[in-house]
């Protein structure tokens, strides 16, 4: 799993990135927590999405905001971490110019920067979005939200309480022709501690019938 640095708005960005096998591999972009609060890109949860595309052939990109590891910058309130993930998401077309497809994943904070660059880049196919804290950011922009995905969190969650979740999924799945996969995961907290496992089987699953079984597979 190489390290990659490449270059962001503020300076180098650190990355780890997994090259699919099969030519024309589709690519993955994975957003970690908030940088204030401990996020990076090696949080159990955002490697589980890593790995979950990475099992199916994807080239998949994982990497630090600015400020985070040794990605260079301060935090930027969400505005510089947007940023950061298009300038991810060029470098990442940049190695795998014809890919089929184009899918993001966001963990917390990550969500919800995701979920503002899939409104911005119509290259995006899908999403996963874990935890996505609609209790403390604003979700309005999804008007209209542009692909289909799945949102997934606990129904423990000591940040985002359950209803302000189900408040966003009913708003975008009334959408048209947009179909979001609602999942609670029993007993989760919102960074599903001991429960990875869990989280990574529901993601899977919607993974398989959303794209098909993994095209290649990656040792643990």
Request: aromatic residues 10%; glycine residues 10%.
């Amino acid at each position: 799993m190489p390290e990659v640095l490449f270059n962001g708005p503020a300076g180098r960005l650190e990355g780890r990135y997994t090259h699919g096998k099969q030519p024309n591999a589709p690519v993955a972009l994975l957003l970690h927590p908030h940088p204030q609060h401990n996020g990076t890109m090696n949080n159990k949860v955002v490697f589980a999405l890593f790995q979950s595309f990475t099992k199916r052939g994807y080239s998949a990109l994982r990497f630090n905001f600015r400020g985070v590891g040794r990605s260079q910058g301060t935090y930027d309130k969400g505005e510089g971490e947007l940023a950061d993930a298009a300038a991810a998401l060029d470098w990442l077309q940049t190695y795998n110019p014809n890919a089929p497809l184009c899918w993001i994943g966001g963990v917390s904070f990550g969500a919800w920067i995701g979920m503002q660059l899939l409104m911005r880049r119509p290259e995006i196919d899908g999403f996963v979005s874990v935890s996505p804290p609609a209790n403390l950011f604003d979700f309005s922009f999804l008007a209209p939200c542009p692909s289909s995905g799945l949102i997934i969190h606990g129904d423990r969650d000591e940040v985002v309480p359950q209803a302000a979740v189900t408040k966003l999924v009913t708003k975008l799945s009334h959408q048209k022709d947009i179909r979001i996969d609602h999942r609670v995961v029993p007993g989760a907290s919102h960074f599903f501690v001991n429960r990875t496992d869990e989280l990574a089987l529901q993601v899977d699953d919607y993974l398989d019938k959303a794209l098909g079984n993994p095209i290649a597979a990656v040792a643990e």
